[in-house]
């Protein structure tokens, strides 16, 4: 086999983000108008801010997503560029708007809008099979945003990357109309390497009550699986033994914008692994780049680079769980 060419092929999610900060963003109705403390357009989606701090941590990444032919896609392509991501899988649909969302942000708790646009447009046969082949890894974004038109063609997309030799990850963020997936989605887990929900999605995809109990019933064998959970760090668990990765007692700097963190968190992640941590390790790194993303505006404006991204990991802890 050739050696591969390409760290990461991120699969999902692209849209800009408008990001509204401040003590208190929640709009008043009746033509009354509020100020707020900032405001900004950044690169937004799961997936889109997986890949832009994956670039930052130093690996060769590209984008398959699907944009609008206006303004907000020619942003974004703007900004992959900037940041080295490889976007010549970013599919352009002239006949469909760019996605957006505009995010309420107050510390670590934020309101989201989006409009989908083209982004539930990408599907399967969008991905270029040459980059699946240079892939070391191949990561999805966004699972539930794109589950209509990505859904049925994706087990047979992850199972070709396996076969190639390439390992798999699986972020599926909220599911909107909260059905928590299908036959499609069951096939997509057998073929997930690394699964990545927080814990409110852990719960409701395992349709478990307790965080134990959704670890035993995701964790299937031959699966990883790493649960983000805030501030709290997160809980990462492989066959039958499981981490908890704790943050420091007195984290440096407050949380000025959540937005993007567990996209981070992912990054992070996958780098570690790709770099051959093992998975609490890794984790580790992911909760170090996933912090470090929460002290400046956006998904990716504070997203670290690799060596500030393995000093910072040092601070956390991990402990195996024991119950």
């Not at 963003?25 to 889109?48: C, D, H, I, N, W």
């Not at 999805?140 to 038109?149: N, T, W």
């Not at 790194?285 to 393995?310: D, E, F, K, V, Y």
Request: proline fraction near 5%.
């Amino acid at each position: 086999m050739t050696a591969r060419q390409l760290d990461l092929l991120v699969i999902g999610d692209c849209n800009p983000d408008v990001l509204v900060l401040g003590e208190d963003v929640t709009p008043v109705f009746g033509q009354r108008e509020k100020l707020v403390s900032g405001m900004s357009l950044v690169v937004g989606g799961s997936a889109a801010i997986t890949a832009v701090a994956a670039a930052r941590l130093g690996l060769k990444v590209a984008l398959a997503a699907a944009i609008g032919a206006d303004p907000a896609g020619e942003f974004l392509l703007g900004q992959l560029a900037a940041e080295g991501v490889d976007s010549s899988a970013v599919v352009v649909r002239p006949d469909l708007p760019t996605g957006m969302t505009v995010a309420l942000s107050h510390g670590d708790d934020r309101a989201i809008l989006t409009t989908v646009g083209a982004m539930p447009s990408l599907a399967a046969g969008d991905v270029p099979t040459h980059l699946l082949t240079k892939a070391r890894h191949v990561h999805v974004g966004s699972y539930f945003l794109l589950e209509r038109s990505l859904g049925p063609g994706l087990p047979a997309l992850l199972a070709a990357a396996r076969g190639g030799g390439a390992t798999t990850s699986l972020d599926t963020n909220w599911d909107p109309a909260e059905r928590w997936g299908d036959d499609h989605f069951r096939a997509v887990l057998a073929n997930t390497d690394v699964l990545l929900p927080n814990e409110a999605e852990a719960r409701h995809i395992s349709g478990a009550v307790t965080l134990r109990e959704a670890v035993s019933l995701l964790c299937a064998p031959g699966r990883r699986l790493a649960i983000k959970r805030g501030a709290q760090g997160a809980l990462c668990a492989e066959g039958a033994r499981s981490w908890w990765i704790d943050p420091p007692a007195a984290a440096a700097g407050g949380v000025v914008d959540a937005t993007g963190a567990g996209d981070c968190f992912n990054a992070g992640l996958i780098a570690g692994l790709l770099r051959g941590l093992d998975l609490p390790a890794a984790a580790r790194l992911g909760c170090a780049a996933g912090t470090a993303s929460t002290r400046a505006a956006g998904g990716t404006s504070a997203a670290p680079g690799m060596a500030a991204a393995l000093a910072a990991a040092d601070a956390f802890t991990i402990r195996a769980n024991r119950d």
